[in-house]
């Protein structure tokens, strides 16, 4: 199976597994190489992780969903990174539930091809104009779907016990970006 990963070290010839948000060390792919570019664009330093996408109304075609105005290109403009591509066997690999087009790699996979990405804003207005890309506007979400997003990161961060480490890198790029789940989630202390 074909399948992408999108990261900012270049020259990998082989993708190994690495410890990340998971229990173990897997490599994190997709089948959808659009996905694969926007995980070049983290706004948050590791161990923490800033995509917030999902997918249309035919489940198809990612959707990138700004929770501030300008996030987009905030996020992208001047990131340079490669999307590796690998040809997995089915025993390289297991599927990651939560996300219908992810894969985890389980084993070392050699790397087939890759491209190279100098700036990753101006790479994915082309995955936009080909229609294998959306970007859900700050200014054209309701009221309510901020709402929701805002709440699904005040209960990542409540998880993840946050108010006590209110200097980690996401903890330090909610307050800056979306003050409002930080003033949520204290409140709920």
Known sequence: MRLYHG??????????????DHD???????????VAALYLCNAVEKPYYWFPYGFDETGDVPVYHELYPNAF????????????????????YIPFKNIPCARLGIVPIEVKDRII??????FLQGYIRQGKLKVSRYEDKTSAQLTYWYKMVADYMREKNMLETPDCSYARFV???LPVVWEMLSALR
């Open 117 to 122: 990405i100098d700036d990753a804003y101006e």
């Open 24 to 34: 173990r060390p897997y490599v994190y792919m997709t089948t959808i190489d659009s």
């Open 175 to 177: 307050r800056d970006k």
């Open 7 to 20: 990261s900012n070290v270049l020259g990998l010839n082989v993708l190994k597994p690495q410890v990340a």
């Open 73 to 92: 290109k905030e996020v992208s403009e001047g990131v340079s990174g490669c999307i590796y591509v690998v040809e997995a066997n089915d025993d390289q």
